[in-house]
């Protein structure tokens, strides 16, 4: 094989077309150290030694050695498919490589000339700007540290569902490098004035702030909104910031609904979603307990006999409380 590549160089220079020096120290690459997709993540990746050709890592499997389906088109190592030259950059294609130069650091923030409603911050996927009018602008984090902001629903989601820099939701290119899922341009996106903008409540909602002190307040309709009453504005409407929350009146703040009271939460409400069927203690009363029935998804609340008996935890029976630990009962060994 090693001769056939110094056969194949000395032909090519004598019809004077000669291989470049990175092709031959590729082709020798390959010769000498075979591609493996050992170390590597299930992915497709770039042949070296020939532009039209990739490899294909898959997990339990052999090398796949894979060519570029259409004619005329090489592989693009960074958006994972075959392309046409002018789509690729070097060394397999032409497309242009932009000159990189340190952007200036963004302007800071202001509520100047926005409307009421959260703003992403460009300096931080996992916190937002919040605008109310008369206040200075407020900088928030998501609720989870796992969470980031989306500029496009104006709460904190999972990045798996948040596209542009932040997120993990990417949109897939075909050959004419458009949006596959939408037909614009794939160069399309979001500045740090795309955010959401909460509206005024109208005479619709009926609610209203006259009688009230300025603070936020909840809207019967709908658990992940809420109302703000500042003195000299309209009522405004708001959306919990962070997806899948809802509106805690007593805190004032947004929160999972395991961490919130009814009627908009689930604090202190048991539950049988992902308990195995059985009895449970009820926390608030020590002589009754719970019990989970398969295929029922609300739990049966039961008495245990009456007579003094209280609910053990450990036995999952109605005990004398002497032979019950505490709190419901006094056993001491």
Request: negative net charge; aromatic residues 10%.
């Amino acid at each position: 094989m090693l001769r056939e590549l110094v056969v194949f160089t000395l032909v090519s220079l004598a019809v004077g077309t000669p291989i470049s020096k990175d092709q031959l120290l590729a082709e020798l690459r390959s010769i000498i150290e075979p591609f493996s997709c050992s170390g590597r993540a299930q992915a497709m990746y770039s042949d070296p030694a020939d532009c039209t050709m990739f490899y294909e890592c898959v997990e339990g499997h052999p090398v796949y050695h894979r060519s570029c389906a259409l004619t005329g088109t090489v592989f693009d190592q960074g958006d994972q498919i075959c392309d046409w030259p002018e789509h690729v950059p070097p060394p397999c294609g032409t497309e242009p490589v932009p000159v990189t130069t340190e952007a200036p650091p963004p302007p800071p923030f202001t509520c100047d000339d926005k409307l009421p409603g959260t703003y992403p911050d460009v300096t931080n996927c996992r916190k937002y700007w919040e605008c109310v009018p008369g206040h200075p602008a407020y900088n928030r984090p998501c609720a989870l540290q796992e969470l980031v902001y989306n500029p496009e629903t104006g709460v904190c989601d999972w990045p798996r569902d948040v596209s542009g820099p932040c997120g993990e939701l990417q949109r897939k290119r075909t050959l004419n490098g458009t949006d596959e899922n939408s037909g614009t341009d794939e160069n399309t996106g979001t500045d740090e004035n795309s955010g959401t903008t909460e509206s005024s409540a109208s005479e619709e909602t009926g609610f209203s702030c006259a009688g009230r002190s300025d603070g936020l307040y909840s809207d019967p309709e709908d658990c992940a909104m809420y109302y703000e009453c500042v003195s000299g504005h309209p009522v405004y409407h708001r959306p919990c910031a962070n997806h899948g929350t809802v509106f805690d009146q007593a805190d004032q703040i947004c929160d999972w609904p395991e961490n919130v009271a009814p009627p908009c939460g689930t604090e202190g409400i048991f539950t049988c979603a992902g308990k195995a069927p059985g009895s449970y203690p009820d926390p608030s009363d020590c002589a009754k307990f719970y019990q989970c029935v398969v295929d029922h998804p609300e739990p049966f609340h039961s008495d245990c006999p009456a007579g003094g008996l209280v609910f053990d935890p450990e036995k999952k029976v109605c005990e004398w409380p002497w032979t019950v630990a505490q709190p419901c009962g006094y056993k001491t060994d």
